[in-house]
């Protein structure tokens, strides 16, 4: 199998503070790893490092073999917070077009008709195609993220980046945006922090529990030792067959 994200010895520093240190990750070809952890524990540190937005401050990170700058329009990102304006005059079909500039790396660029009918298919792939008129002002949290992760896909990456894309949604919302995400995966890589911990166990290929330091990556098997571990209770989990001792406490690093 093809690994397409490899970081090696990564730690990275805001200021003074320590978001994460000395972490090894290697990730492969149509992944889907959900990443769990604590509040500061570093996992958007990680997402933004794979997306080339944060620079280690020591160790590397590799991006289908190039650094993660050199990968444009390989990586469709939704990030935790998004900064697009609900009130802006914006269509669904207008706001998931942008995406293609992304694609196309060019600021003025005029659309073709290539970029119409990729966004028109990605719509009808996400469920959104009826909303396609609609002002995203008027869209419910379910139908907002949709477009988003839209958006992502529009630009055709290889590689899908989510940061808790179910937050705040109901739990119908939820279930469907994975159930697409699960289809997604047939074709690309998905990485997605998350803290819906149900859903990490249904739906994700593998885990990587995080806290600064990343402690386990294998399958997505939640036990009560595995969750214990995570969030700093006194435990052992048997990873790849090795027991590792944890202590009662872990500190909290930058609120990522």
């Given at each position: 199998?093809?690994?397409?994200?490899?970081?090696?010895?990564?730690?990275?520093?805001?200021?003074?503070?320590?978001?994460?240190?000395?972490?090894?990750?290697?990730?492969?070809?149509?992944?889907?790893?959900?990443?769990?952890?604590?509040?500061?524990?570093?996992?958007s540190t990680?997402?933004?490092?794979?997306?080339?937005?944060?620079?280690?401050?020591?160790?590397?990170?590799?991006?289908?073999?190039?650094?993660?700058?050199?990968?444009?329009?390989?990586?469709?990102y939704v990030?935790?917070?998004?900064?697009?304006?609900?009130?802006?005059?914006?269509?669904?079909?207008?706001?998931?077009?942008?995406?293609?500039?992304?694609?196309?790396?060019?600021?003025?660029?005029?659309?073709?008709?290539?970029?119409?009918?990729?966004?028109?298919?990605?719509?009808?792939?996400?469920?959104?195609?009826?909303?396609?008129?609609?002002?995203?002002?008027?869209?419910?949290?379910?139908?907002?993220?949709?477009?988003?992760?839209?958006?992502?896909?529009?630009?055709?990456?290889?590689?899908?980046?989510?940061?808790?894309?179910?937050?705040?949604?109901?739990?119908?919302?939820?279930?469907?945006?994975?159930?697409l995400l699960?289809?997604?995966?047939?074709?690309?890589?998905?990485?997605?922090?998350?803290?819906?911990?149900?859903?990490?166990?249904?739906?994700?290929?593998?885990?990587?529990?995080?806290?600064?330091?990343?402690?386990?990556?294998?399958?997505?098997?939640?036990?009560?030792?595995?969750?214990?571990?995570?969030?700093?209770?006194?435990?052992?989990?048997?990873?790849?067959?090795?027991?590792?001792?944890?202590?009662?406490?872990?500190?909290?690093?930058?609120?990522?």
């Open positions: 199998m093809k690994t397409v994200v490899e970081l090696e010895n990564v730690s990275v520093f805001y200021g003074n503070v320590r978001a994460i240190s000395d972490i090894s990750l290697k990730i492969e070809e149509k992944e889907f790893l959900g990443i769990i952890g604590p509040n500061g524990s570093g996992k990680i997402l933004k490092l794979i997306a080339g937005l944060v620079k280690p401050s020591s160790g590397s990170v590799q991006v289908l073999g190039l650094p993660p700058c050199n990968t444009h329009g390989k990586i469709g990030p935790q917070r998004f900064n697009l304006n609900r009130d802006f005059p914006f269509s669904v079909t207008e706001a998931v077009l942008t995406g293609r500039l992304t694609k196309h790396n060019l600021f003025m660029h005029q659309y073709a008709d290539t970029d119409f009918t990729a966004v028109e298919d990605i719509m009808h792939k996400l469920e959104i195609y009826d909303l396609k008129d609609r002002q995203i002002g008027q869209l419910s949290g379910g139908q907002m993220q949709r477009v988003l992760i839209a958006r992502a896909l529009v630009m055709e990456p290889e590689i899908l980046l989510l940061d808790e894309p179910t937050a705040s949604l109901d739990a119908g919302s939820k279930s469907h945006i994975y159930s699960k289809d997604i995966n047939e074709y690309i890589t998905i990485i997605m922090v998350s803290h819906d911990m149900g859903v990490v166990s249904s739906y994700v290929k593998s885990l990587a529990c995080l806290n600064v330091s990343l402690f386990y990556h294998g399958a997505p098997e939640l036990t009560d030792t595995l969750l214990g571990q995570v969030y700093g209770c006194p435990v052992e989990l048997l990873a790849h067959g090795v027991p590792h001792r944890v202590l009662p406490q872990h500190g909290e690093g930058y609120h990522d």
